[in-house]
């Protein structure tokens, strides 16, 4: 008798989602005897440049729904998703949602499914910030306290779900995903002409530059943060050229504080992935408040400066190379002179199980679950 596939739904809100479920994906496709599986895109983050491109990119086909349920507060836009998301889970009856990261679409889908008793399992669980006021990590928290299976990146994610009274049967430390998907990505670019890329130019002019990411909202929305990040960056750019794409968010208070950036901050419009990607990789400091850039410097033993005052992966810490900053201009500068003279073998530290091979290790378990 042939044995019934695993229906596995895989929600993803946002880019960084996709670059995360791409690996997982690719996975199931070597395993179509033992997963059927489909691609939600809950629509939390519109993206223009999610196009057919980069569904290609990715080596993954589009969303199987695409819920169109973004904008509007915190709660207006979960509440839309969990809607809608129901009504789904209704028609189409999998055995298990996988979720990733720490987005609304995260907490709202993973509400849903545990309320109509379908499993669970939680992708990049088990970090935690210790900082409330991000809305991130609710999200993490509250997932995890209703998730199944818990897929973990790093040591601090398995010791943090114990604490939390979870069973270590359920917790799998597998490595990243997302890293996974950079080594990909990296592979990909090689068979790339970088020409073709509009901010090649630029780079090759420079020479020697940083790279700067900012957006997160207790920095760009806060005046005085905002104002003491680019006094820092712009005594930096005067010394070591600084190359930074503007979130929209960002770009809107500049101008609303009347904050100027100077030349030797290089500005652009958000950039695809792989032209990004061909930026930072190159790049002798990132400076940055993403999350997901702290791992992929890490990875790539690029130094890299957080303009935060904690993080939610400290293994990038501890391990890797990533300075902790947060937003006053003598530490920002600070860590920058630490992080420029880091060089040679001091810089190629990448934590355990970061190998390119977490989704493997993720659809073995799924596998022996489901059997």
Known sequence: MTQERMKIVLVAGARPNFMKVAPIIREFRKHEEVFDWRLVHTGQHYDHGMSDVFFEELGIPQPNFHMGAGGGSHAEQTARIMMAFEKYCDETKPDMVMVVGDVNSTLACSIVAKKMNIRVAHVEAGLRSGDMSMPEEINRIVTDSISDLFFV????????????????????????????????????????????????ALKASLGVYGVVTLHRPSNVDNPENLRSIV??????????????????????????????????????????????????????VVFTDSGGLQEETTALGIPCVTLRENTERPVTVTEGTNLLAGARPDKILEAAATALGVTGESRVRCPALWDGRAAERIVRILTAAGS
Do not use: C, Y
């Open 153 to 200: 990146t790093e040591p601090s994610g398995v010791e943090n779900l114990k604490r939390e009274g979870h069973a270590k049967e359920r917790i799998h430390f597998v490595g990243h995903v997302m890293i996974d998907n950079l080594f990909f990505q990296l592979a990909k670019l090689d068979e790339v002409a970088s020409s073709d890329f509009g901010t090649s």
């Open 231 to 284: 006094a820092a960056l712009s005594q930096i750019g005067s010394r070591l050229p600084l190359v930074f794409p503007v979130h929209p968010r960002t770009e809107a208070n500049l101008r609303k504080f009347g904050i100027a950036l100077p030349a030797s901050i290089h500005t652009s419009p958000p950039l695809p992935f792989m032209e990004f990607l061909n930026l930072w990789r190159a790049a002798k």
